[in-house]
């Protein structure tokens, strides 16, 4: 992919948030998050207004060979032009945000969800609970060998 100004290749570490910028993140901190998979990437380019994408999945960046991190490949002029930027940096950033947002309303979709284990599902999961504050004061866990 060198050399062809037509596409822009968007790695998984330019947007995790414990790389430093000197190991490769090219987002600000505020517009990065933790351990970022390459559909986390494509959804947020997706939700940025970028059609024209394609994923490579094995890929693995020139300068982490050990890890297969994967890479979206996207076209430029579509990128640029449903972003309103003027360089890949601002593609970048506008993507992160994206990430960072949709980060944001996945963790509060968990929060809002309670957890229910009610029915047998719950009795089932009651059963198989070993702490010592459901067995009886006189009972202790035997243990293998002693009498």
Do not use: C
Not at 5 to 11: D, E, H
Not at 34 to 53: C, F, H, V, Y
Not at 54 to 82: C, F, N, V, W
Request: glycine share 6%; proline share 5%; charged share 35%.
């Amino acid at each position: 992919m060198t050399g062809d100004p037509s596409r822009m290749t968007l790695w998984t570490g330019y947007f995790d948030q414990r790389a430093t910028r000197k190991s490769g993140r090219r987002v600000p901190k505020s517009a990065s998050v933790a351990r970022p998979n390459l559909d986390q990437i494509a959804l947020a380019a997706r939700a940025s207004g970028i059609t024209k994408m394609r994923r490579d999945q094995d890929a693995s960046h020139p300068m982490r060979p050990y890890s297969k991190e994967g890479r979206l490949i996207i076209s430029t002029k579509d990128a640029l032009e449903s972003t309103k930027s003027e360089t890949k940096e601002q593609v970048l950033r506008v993507i992160g945000e994206s990430l960072k947002n949709l980060e944001t309303e996945d963790k509060e979709i968990k929060i809002k969800q309670p957890k229910r284990s009610s029915g047998r599902d719950g009795a089932r999961k009651a059963k198989q609970r070993k702490s010592p504050s459901r067995r009886p004061s006189n009972q202790r866990k035997k243990k293998f060998g002693r009498k």
